[in-house]
Structures are given as structure tokens and as C-alpha cells.
């Protein structure tokens, strides 16, 4: 009886170093792939017939974000990194999400691609394009 | 014979569910309603050797729109995300981001030292240092006897 009760344990503590072994490798691979998406809020303002695109990114250095525009997709990725030497054990809450941030928004025809504008500004990333010059709105006078 | 009324309310579970529903809405968040909370911003906390972080989530909140208040042992967190002025006229396609006010509060442990807080906005991060009290030594006193 004390035999099967040694085997059991043995067995289940296999299998507890399994798993826990398992989660360990699932986290390495996923720590390379962009696991958040961040908020993003887009506006077009009528009159000067420009498009803005708000995205959180609070945390995050103006250095780990790129954009991109790839065919008709803007592409933004970004990494929020933790502080120097401190580690996500050191917290006794954590909400925020660190690791990898992506985001594609599609460019309709009538966006100028070229008059892109980007800025970071307390935690948002701003970008602003402007309407292809010959779509814009135009107020003809009348004679 | 007794006409015997049918009990029967095909609508009762829905009743029940509405019911609970607005009890967990009234308990909960009377007081955040009462003051227009919109949201509650995302919090990180840590203890270093000699002082205690909490660290705030506020994206496109201005500096001069947060408030930090101390209430005996009660740190408050306050503030607002307003609208831009040059995109108030603007078409909204999509809002993800919270707007409006928030707040949040902490208990302070006992050896907080609510005299040197500092707090420090960046990256859209507020960042509050709450240094603790330096333990007076209580090194025991022998006293002579003349």
C-alpha cells in the first residue's frame, strides 16, 4: 500500500514539473510575439480635412516605438519595458502590460501616405495625415 | 370551485437576474456614480527598502488636471482626461480610451513618512514615491546610580 502511494506521488509530481516546464517554454516563445493591443481612438476633423489616430502607450519609451506604413496598413509596434532592475515580482499589483504592443490601422485611398506626422506625448502616440491634396475640401468663392 | 390564479411569469428569471443585476450596480458603485467616476485607471504598486511606488496609468491626461490629496491615512488620486481642444469639433470614428474623471484611493501603511511624498509625472505615468519614516533608534538606556 505505501508502494502505491510513493508511485502516485512520484507520477504526480512528473507531471507538475511537466506542466510547469511546459508554461516556462510557452512564455519564452510568446515573449517574442506581440501579445497586446493598445487603445486607440481615431478622429477626422471636417474642416482641415485631416485624420488623427490617438494611441495609449503609457510607459512606454519614445525609442521602443516604431511606425510604419507597409501597402495600405500603418503599422505601429511597440515595447513597454519594465523599469531597470525591477521585475514583475517585485510588485504587490501589477495591472499595466508589459511586453510587445501591435497595431495595424488599413489607409483608405484618400489619405496622403507622405504627409504623415508622428509625436509622443504624455504616454500617447499621435499621428495626424492629412487628405490627398486633390480629395481636400475646397471653398470656391462665387463671382 | 375556486378560480385559482396561475402563478405561472415566464418572465420571473429575467425579473430575478434585472433585479440582482441593479442591486450589484447600487452596492458597488454609488459612490462613483455620485461623483460622475468615469473610469479607474490601472495601478502598479511596489516597496523598495525605504520607500513605497504607486505607479498610475494616465495616457493623455495633462499634468495640471491630476490631483493628489492625503486624507488622514487615505491617498487619493484624482484628476480628468478631457478631450482635446483641437479635436472637440472633430468626427469620432472610433474611442477606445476612457475619457473623463477618474479615481483612485490607497490605504497608507503606518510608516509612511506623508510629509516628503513627491510625485512625478511622465510618460503619461504618475509615479508617487512614498518615502518610510526613519526608525528612531530605541537603544536601550542604561541609567547609573549616583
Known sequence: MANITKELKNVEQKIEHGIVEGVNKAKEVLANVARHIPLANIMHNKKKDTYTIEIDLPGVKKEDIQVTIEGNYLIVSAERKMKQELKEDDYYLLESKYGKYYRAFYLSDDIDRDSIDAKYEDGRLIITFEKVASKKRKDIAVK | MKIVRSSYNPFAELEALAEQFTKVLQTTKE???????AFVPAVNTREADDAYYIEVELPGVKKEDINIDIDENTLTISGERKIKEEHKEDTFYKVESYY???????????DADVEKIEAEFKDGILEIKIPKKVQVENKPKKIEIK
Open chain 2, 31 to 37: 459612490d462613483d456614480i455620485a461623483k460622475d467616476i
Open chain 2, 100 to 110: 473623463g474623471k477618474f479615481e483612485r484611493s490607497f490605504a497608507l501603511p503606518e
